[in-house]
């Protein structure tokens, strides 16, 4: 997406609180900038994050924070009570980083807050909560109560390490909710923290401002050889499948002390169909390297499109999203790779170029626009496939259109599914993937290459391990986002995936991971997730192809 489409969309995005902006704000460069670590070349290099150990320092259970930090890094995070055991020097040796978070106000003093920022001179790294921020510091607290008319965000006021995964500009969702108020009337009551009146200059910077009263809702303050990023990690409840103030909650935590984000972007806004389709031209219009192709029109009328990057000579990966239409978010990951292949062919090192990317994001045009499962026709596409088609059953779900998995009147019957067949068909891929949500697993086509679909496993698993929190779909236990499922091949589906094993693919696989939210507030994490599975899958492609 080009610059100008990106700056339309957050004027689309801001423009209702416009009239409460304040100065135009100047992107900064601010010479504490620690230097971000470059990215790995390759995924075995992940194998070895930083390490340093993790201390938390805090007066309460609340939101989950240390049962959280045990899932994100297990084995590297400790719990302390500040209040049972005094913070000294001793106890902070030995940890690379620091968290505080101060629940109850009768507590603050009890936070020895020299020893922390004693920590920080040393080189320690503090991610601390703006409550114990502003008295150490002697600045205006503040908690904002609203109600729904307006959703509280964080703007995004400075690039750098540890706003990775968004621009200058962007706003991200932060807040906690009144949940079990007994007056109704609270119940849609959501609540901020901020600093107001900080101050800025060459040792501390406002890295995010409330688009509520444009208080300070996350600082950097450059400390001797450290530094202490304060943010409250107290409003925001535990990231909920479908939350909104608390979904990236851990993601700038992450970005601190493990790089959480890699190739994540935000995007602001959820796109129409149309409005997506325009953004794909606009990124092909910036790189020569990428194109984008008319591949016939799908049920409701409207070409579908693929990115195209490399040589159609060479062998084929091909990367499908939103078959089913509702499942849109995989969508904008497939986007990101398509601009990160264009911009740099050799990423991560790999040698791209021997490669053929295709590449549809959206593969149900009607259905991503309208937020169904189904086609126009109401038939679920990826029952439609010429693979075992006459042997799925048809039980009262499956038999009549609009059904949640009706399979279509006969084997790809659908002008959708006739067009990605005719794409497997043409060029034959060495590999398919296609993207759906929302679970975290990994579906094997009915026949593969099962060492290749291993080491795309472990690569997948490899990149990424300890760096993203989020709850299982629907309601689930709490887990790291990872593919440590993988299911066993069984009879053939009319799937997309067993259509292309049929056609000899023998690396297609099917990927359920979370997604289907009602709005963009987890992008950032699914966009780079994506971009890891495909790169992955690209890597071991690659392996395989050298030593033939
Ligand atoms: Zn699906």
Not at 25 to 30: D, E, L, S
Not at 45 to 52: F, G, I, K
Not at 293 to 302: H, L, N, W
Not at 396 to 418: C, F, H, L, M
Request: glycine residues 8%.
């Amino acid at each position: 997406m080009t610059a100008r489409v990106h700056t339309l969309l957050r004027r689309v995005l801001v423009v209702g609180l416009a009239a409460l902006a304040p100065a135009a704000f100047v992107p900064q460069v601010w010479s504490g900038t620690p230097p971000p670590r470059p990215l790995p070349q390759a995924a075995g290099e992940l194998a070895s994050p930083q390490r340093a150990a993790i201390l938390l320092l805090t007066d309460t259970s609340a939101g989950g924070i240390a049962a959280d930090l045990d899932i994100l890094y297990p084995g590297r995070a400790k719990s302390v009570s500040f209040v049972e055991q005094k913070v000294t020097a001793e106890l902070l040796a030995g940890f690379g980083y620091v968290i505080t978070v101060v629940g109850d106000g009768a507590n603050l003093d009890k936070l020895d807050y020299g020893e922390i920022t004693a920590f920080a001179h040393g080189g320690g790294q503090v991610m601390s909560g703006l409550f114990e921020y502003a008295r150490a510091r002697n600045l205006h607290f503040s908690k904002t109560h609203v109600l729904d008319r307006l959703r509280p965000a964080m703007r995004i006021d400075v690039e750098c390490d540890i706003t990775k995964g968004f621009a200058a500009g962007d706003q991200v969702w932060w807040f906690g909710s009144v949940s079990s108020a007994p007056d109704p009337l609270y119940a849609n009551q959501m609540y901020q923290r901020q600093i107001m009146g900080v101050r800025e200059s060459d040792r501390v910077r406002i890295l995010a401002t409330s688009n509520v009263n444009h208080g300070a809702v996350m600082i950097e303050e450059k400390v001797g050889q450290g530094r202490i990023v304060a943010i409250d990690l107290l409003s925001p409840g535990r990231p909920f499948f479908n939350s909104y103030g608390s979904t990236n909650k851990y993601l700038f935590l992450g970005n601190m002390v493990n790089q959480a984000v890699r190739y994540g972007k935000q995007y602001p806004k959820r796109l129409s169909y149309d409005e997506f389709v325009a953004a794909m031209h606009q990124l092909a219009a910036k790189y020569p390297a990428l194109s984008v192709k008319a591949e016939g029109p799908g049920s409701d009328g409207r070409q579908m499109y693929t990115f195209n990057v490399g040589d159609p000579a060479k062998p084929t990966m091909y990367f499908g999203g939103s078959v089913h239409g509702w499942e849109w978010e995989n969508a904008y990951g497939l986007m990101r790779l398509a601009e990160l292949l264009a911009e740099n062919p050799r990423l991560e090192g790999l040698d791209t170029t021997r490669l053929h990317f295709k590449i549809m994001p959206i593969q149900n045009p009607w259905g991503h626009d309208h937020f169904t499962r189904q086609n126009a026709r109401g038939v679920d596409l990826n029952r439609n496939f010429d693979a075992g088609w006459e042997e799925l059953p048809a039980p009262q779900d499956v038999a009549t259109p609009w059904d949640y998995n009706y399979k279509g009147a006969r084997p790809a019957s659908e002008r959708e599914t006739q067009i990605i067949q005719g794409i497997v068909d043409r060029y034959r891929p060495i590999c398919v993937i296609d993207f759906h949500t929302a679970d975290y697993v990994m579906l094997r086509a009915y026949r593969d290459d099962e060492p290749v679909i291993r080491a795309i496993q472990a690569n997948i698993k490899t990149r990424l391990k300890d760096r993203f929190l989020a709850q299982r779909p629907y309601n689930g236990p709490y887990q790291q986002v990872n593919m440590d499922n993988i299911t066993e091949p069984g009879a053939p589906k009319p799937y997309l995936i067993d259509y292309a094993a049929k056609q000899g693919t023998t690396a297609a696989f099917l990927i359920e991971m979370s997604g289907n939210r009602d709005d963009v507030q987890a992008l950032v994490m699914n966009v780079d997730t994506v971009v890891e599975i495909c790169l992955a899958a690209t890597q071991e492609c690659l392996k395989r192809i050298a030593s033939r």
